[in-house]
């Protein structure tokens, strides 16, 4: 939401001048790049909005919003056109996710500062996220790629081919890596991990029977 400076009209024009003129006094709203902001010594003399460009000049009274400026700017024949790409911020979201699951990155490396400030040399319009909304990224990435496979899966003309495998970590906890192997119509060789995934004991034949065949019917492949 944008926000522009408030001035108070019963001030006196020096003390007008000096709380616009002062650092603490905030403007938000990227209009006021384009703009100078002009305030007279009377007090009843409105401040105005000068353009940088061509010299026009607009009120700028708080309570009037900015939306007279941007107009402006749309058709300032004398402003400077920008050479920035307006960045697709659902498509910039999804290759973070990509690369953060292709290289193991972890959800915190959209939050460094020198990896926010490469982003925003190369188009000043990115918006930064959190890690919490690139985890949720991922999750939504992962789905979507799940019901592609499994889509993918129910339509081949071939056989699946299926191949397990289980390892211990070093807190001794047994994991299940179930990989599907198949002819697309192509006739290329694919391999796809369908799941990874903790398997408690007993490590038994019989339980891991019945892991198997409870990933496979979440697959549809059963």
Same mark, same amino acid.
């Given at each position: ?39 007279? &010594? ?76 490469? &982003? ?60 599907? &192997? ?41």
């Amino acid at each position: 939401m944008e926000e522009d400076i408030s001035i108070d009209l019963s001030q006196s024009g020096s003390e007008i001048e000096s709380s616009v003129s002062s650092p603490s006094s905030k403007r938000y709203s990227r209009v006021w790049e384009d703009f100078i902001l002009e305030v007279g &010594h009377s007090p009843t003399k409105r401040p105005k909005a000068k353009c940088k460009h061509c010299g026009q000049t607009y009120s700028a009274v708080s309570r009037l919003g900015t939306s007279n400026l941007q107009r402006h700017l749309l058709k300032c024949s004398k402003r400077p056109k920008d050479t920035h790409v307006q960045v697709d911020q659902h498509a910039y979201r999804e290759l973070l996710a990509k690369a953060i699951i292709r290289h193991g990155y972890t959800f915190t490396w959209v939050e460094h500062e020198g990896n926010r400030e490469v &982003h925003a040399f190369l188009n000043k319009s990115v918006e930064t996220i959190s890690r919490n909304t690139i985890k949720g990224d991922c999750l939504k990435l992962h789905k979507k790629l799940k019901e592609k496979l499994k889509s993918d899966l129910k339509g081949l003309s071939s056989r699946i081919c299926l191949t397990s495998d289980m390892w211990t970590s070093c807190t001794s906890r047994g994991f299940l890596c179930l990989t599907a &192997h198949f002819i697309d119509d192509n006739w290329n060789l694919q391999s796809k991990i369908l799941n990874f995934c903790h398997v408690p004991p007993p490590h038994k034949a019989i339980n891991f029977c019945q892991t198997i065949h409870t990933l496979l019917r979440d697959w549809g492949i059963e």
